[in-house]
């Protein structure tokens, strides 16, 4: 078969069709179910989904109602925090870095309600946490 041959033989070769996978249709349908949309409600909790979950809504209009419905009850979660920050102690915990970690996490999810903790705070209410056999530890700190 000479070089001529082979360039005829491969110019009547049809060709080769795609997977139906990468159709025309099938991709726009994967495109539509990466909407923004459809993302936030996949990552909200169920019960939280039937308050926001609403038909024909863009992206944005479903992230400013879940945004309205958690900043309007800010200022309850920021008691709620501070009130477990003073009640929580050593005793509560597993060890002396849990009740490290628990304080950082619950002065964490204050600053994320916009109430910030100063270290200084921070330090006082992990003294006023330690059980009595602390007590010769704490004086020097204060």
């Excluded at 009740?99 to 921070?122: C, G, I, M, P």
Aim: overall charge negative; glycine content about 2%; proline content about 3%.
């Amino acid at each position: 078969m000479s070089i001529e041959d082979k360039s005829e033989s491969s110019s009547s070769n049809k060709p080769t069709s795609l997977h139906p996978a990468y159709s025309v249709t099938n991709i726009q349908t994967k495109i539509r179910t990466l909407d923004g949309t459809k993302w936030i409600y996949s990552t909200i909790s169920d019960d939280f989904l039937v308050r926001v979950l609403e038909a024909d809504t863009t992206a944005r209009a479903a992230w400013v109602k879940l945004e309205k419905k958690h900043f309007s009850n800010k200022k309850a979660r920021a008691a709620a925090l501070e009130t477990k920050v003073c009640n929580l102690t050593l005793a509560a915990c597993s060890s002396l870095e849990d009740y490290f970690q628990r304080l950082k996490d619950l002065a964490n999810q204050l600053e994320d309600v916009d109430h910030s903790v100063t270290d200084d705070q921070l330090v006082l209410q992990l003294v006023r946490g330690l059980p009595s056999e602390y007590d010769t530890t704490t004086i020097p700190l204060l």
